[in-house]
């Protein structure tokens, strides 16, 4: 039974469980973007007047002010675009090893120990839960995530030239930014799961902060190739742009899911 159980907690954190969930990923970063592709550029959603900012920029950032008082942007998981305009959640931090110490102080300060009950016992049962390491925290790259999807992505997506539709055109957005930032820097988890797998590989190219080791460490040329295929199938199903989709993951979304992983891998000890 101990043994049982040992393989049922450590399940999402083996690569192929990891690996799994970059597969459910993928079905919303082809969805949102064959939506996009139905409009224009309509470059007048990002022209930023330079004191307001941009549409698209005003869209993201409400959405995530929105999304950050329920406390998405305190999972691990989650990365905002905008995180220091965000405001702290209206409900009871979530549960991780890290939400201890900030509700250990809140309770002393308000003294909602009953209130709080619940919370601590929960934290305790999700102590193991706590997958990443602390300094996973540092790692967010959606300015590049930004730039590179207004830069590269978009123009080779859709028409050049205005429809009329900025609004349309930046909801799709908010969501194709929102999928693929989630997607790539899912790249710490699977950068864990590597690590656990070959502590003494990865620990000795950490040693000597060896970017191109820790690439050549962590690269699998033939799921590369599998992802490219599985997506360009799933593309084909819904729209008429399947390669674009399957190369877009090829030149972006897979180099930059290893960059999270190479910038963790080289904070991972730290
Ligand atoms: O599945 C992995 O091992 C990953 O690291 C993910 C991923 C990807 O982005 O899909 C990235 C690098 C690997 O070469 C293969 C695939």
Known sequence: HSGKKRVDESKTLTLDGIRNSLIRKEDSIIFSLLERAQ?????????TDGFNGSLVEFMVLQTENLHAQVGRYKSPDEHAFFPEDLPEPMLPPLLNFNSYFELTSCCIKWGHHLFYLKYYI?????????????????????????????????????KAGDDDNCGSVTVCDTLCLQALSKRIHYGKFVAEAKFRDALSEY????????????????????????????????????????????????????????????????????
């Open 39 to 47: 409009y224009s550029y309509n470059a007048d959603a990002f022209f």
């Open 122 to 158: 929960l934290i305790l049962l999700q102590w193991e839960c706590h997958v990443l390491r602390h300094s996973a925290d540092s790692i967010n790259i959606n300015n590049k995530i930004w730039n590179i999807y207004f830069k590269d992505i978009l123009p080779r997506l859709v």
């Open 203 to 270: 620990e000795a190219a950490y040693l000597i902060h060896d970017r191109k080791l820790l690439l050549v460490l962590l690269t699998y040329e033939t799921v590369e190739e599998l992802v490219k295929k599985r997506v360009e199938i799933k593309a084909r199903t819904y729209g008429q742009v399947p390669s674009l989709i399957a190369d877009l993951y090829r030149d972006w979304v897979m180099p930059l899911t290893k960059e999270v992983q190479v910038e963790y891998l080289l904070r991972r000890l730290d």
